[in-house]
């Protein structure tokens, strides 16, 4: 919706670049309202603090978070993509090994994936909780007085950057 409201707005030369920004608010939105509509319900029905209101108290600080890791993310991902550019780049050595991983059924990569990736996201996360230097960095997704499913976006950009950069390695 967004990018059709811009489009229509601005000069055609200038609509690539106000794209691009529809796209992270656009994604933004969609982002929101999918999790929302799905963990709100969840967390009612199985949660722990059922009389959680909705919006407590620490809600728009939390929403804040939300918008840098939904959006932000989209700004810096090169970043993220550093680590898995540069073995790519590195390892061209490992043809073998990737003819025979795309030889698998999808089926198969995709389970490997999933666990591939699920592994080095605990442990990068066991690791924010492990390393004091780290810590400092991780402390802020555990800030919130009262958990919720948006508190959980709450993350330092080192860790999103992190987060983000190193399961694509896989």
């Known amino acids: 919706f967004a990018s059709l409201l811009i489009g229509q707005l601005i000069d055609p030369q200038e609509q690539y670049i106000a794209n691009a920004y529809a796209l992270g608010f656009d994604w933004f939105v969609l982002n929101l309202l999918l999790t929302g509509l799905l963990f709100i319900p969840l967390e009612k029905l199985f949660g722990r603090l059922t009389d959680q209101p909705l919006f407590r108290s620490e809600w728009r600080e939390d929403l804040f978070y939300f918008l840098i890791s939904s959006v932000l993310v989209q700004i810096i991902s090169f970043l993220s ?33 999933m666990l591939l ?24 997704h555990h800030s919130a007085q009262k958990m919720d499913w948006l508190a959980g976006s709450r993350m330092h950009i080192v860790e999103i950057v992190g987060l983000r950069g190193l399961p694509i390695i896989p």
């Open 117 to 140: 990736t699920d592994f080095v996201q605990y442990w990068f996360h066991r690791l924010f909780h492990e390393i004091p230097f780290l810590w400092r960095f991780h402390a802020v």
């Open 81 to 113: 993509l550093s680590p898995s550019m540069f073995i790519l780049e590195t390892t061209g050595s490992w043809s073998g090994f990737r003819l025979l991983v795309a030889e698998q059924p999808l089926v198969l990569q995709v389970l490997e994936i």
